[in-house]
């Protein structure tokens, strides 16, 4: 129930945040935003759970831009990674990427619907029995299949997969998800027959979080993919038949995610 209430006061964080992007945009920059959710995180919990990151426009592919102190640039991209600790001190750790503007762009769309395939994908992977690394190897196959497909993989998709190739990682420097609980990485100094070689039990909660990041200055990708990060993470519990997302209030689809800012900014 803590790590649910977590979740759930985070999720009001999020459309907190969404509602103020007009003021972000004029002037507020990503530190309007980060206040506008560590506020919620004050009053409906202890505090954040960590760092708040708010990665606007180039910002968004720096994997934990945690300074917070850029401009929302009105035609980019808001990377939102943040989570609520509540007075128990469980913590969330969710993240969405939603414009600015309100509505993607042709590119953003692109790249938000490759890491959506992988994220609903490995998402689908975590039930009671399943290897650790599966739900992981299942997103990294998704989007190796995709960057080759865009022409961004000099390889074949096997090759890049391979330990010895790892070419698509030039655009996913970190894992895809995490266990979590008391500690957003929770556990993380386990031993590895624990935690990344263990097989996923009743009752685990972990993340799943997959994503892509184009750096501004990177020549091996399109221009108009240059400056593009997103990534999408949700909270989940295993539960007997598979597993529960805690943070399904928040929407994954690009198209639902529209929707939600535009009833954000609605109110």
């Known amino acids: ?90 913590t969330a750790d969710v993240t969405r990427t939603f414009p600015a503007s309100g509505r993607f762009s042709g590119p953003q769309r692109q790249v938000y619907d490759l890491v959506l395939a992988a994220h609903t994908s490995a998402m689908a992977e975590v039930k009671p029995g399943a ?56 556990c993380a100094r386990a031993r590895a027959e624990a935690y990344h070689e263990c097989r996923l039990e009743t009752g685990m909660a972990l993340t799943v979080e997959p994503g892509l990041y184009f750096h501004p200055n990177d020549l091996t990708v399109p221009p108009e993919l240059r400056g593009i990060g997103v990534r999408i993470e949700d909270d989940l519990v295993v539960t007997e038949n598979g597993a529960e997302v805690l943070s399904s209030a928040l929407p994954i689809t690009a198209d639902a995610v529209e929707e939600w800012v535009a009833g954000c900014l609605k109110g």
């Open 1 to 90: 129930g803590q790590l649910r209430a977590a979740v759930d006061a985070t999720v009001l964080g999020f459309a907190e945040v969404a509602a103020e992007l007009p003021m972000a945009v004029k002037g507020g920059g990503e530190r309007w935003l980060q206040g506008t959710f560590d506020r919620r995180a004050r009053t409906s919990g202890n505090a954040p759970g960590y760092s708040t990151i708010i990665a606007a426009g180039p910002h968004a592919p720096v994997l934990h831009w945690v300074k917070c102190d850029g401009e929302v640039p009105a035609d980019g991209l808001v990377l939102m990674d943040a989570g609520v600790e509540v007075d128990t001190l469980y």
């Open 131 to 186: 290897h650790y690394r599966t739900y992981h190897n299942t997103a990294m196959r998704v989007l190796a299949e995709g960057l080759r497909d865009w022409g961004l993989l000099t390889v074949s998709v096997n090759q890049a997969l391979d330990a010895g190739g790892q070419h698509h990682r030039r655009y996913i420097v970190c894992g895809v998800g995490h266990f979590l609980g008391l500690d957003v990485h929770d």
